[in-house]
């Protein structure tokens, strides 16, 4: 799974200082590339398909070149799966590893119930939208 294509320069004030949005969120937020980042940032192997502040540490592994700053979303990330949202656009409810809903609306979590636990991801999202939500998975 990969947050990347979620996340976008919205506006950039200097090499170093961005408002960052993401997209399955609407937040928009201020970012800095870290001083010892500004390198790689600047001048490290990168792929149109990566977030954009995703550089290549070396052939295994990659930085965040604003990981003080990273969206929150990106803090939780390693718990979450996928994001759902009611119909005025809040968040609902997220769900956590393979199918385990978290989520404080009593609706959400009838709607959840009628969810057959082997349910794919389409089937998940088209269940989940007759009762007005709407599901955007984390991949
Ligand atoms: S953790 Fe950093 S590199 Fe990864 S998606 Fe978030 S902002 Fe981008």
Known sequence: MSLGRH????????HVQHFCRVA???ELLP???QPEYRDPY???????????FLRRADADSFIC???????RICREFRCRTMLIYD???NEAGYVKGRR???SDDPCLADAWREIPGDADDATLKELLKKHGY??????
């Open 87 to 89: 119909q005025n656009g």
């Open 7 to 14: 996340i976008t320069i919205e506006r950039s004030l200097s």
């Open 100 to 102: 385990t809903l978290v």
């Open 24 to 26: 399955v969120t609407g």
């Open 134 to 139: 709407r599901a955007e998975p984390l991949e």
């Open 65 to 71: 070149t604003i990981y003080q700053t990273r969206p």
């Open 42 to 52: 600047a001048s490290g192997e990168r792929d149109p398909t990566w977030c954009p």
């Open 31 to 33: 970012v800095s590339i």
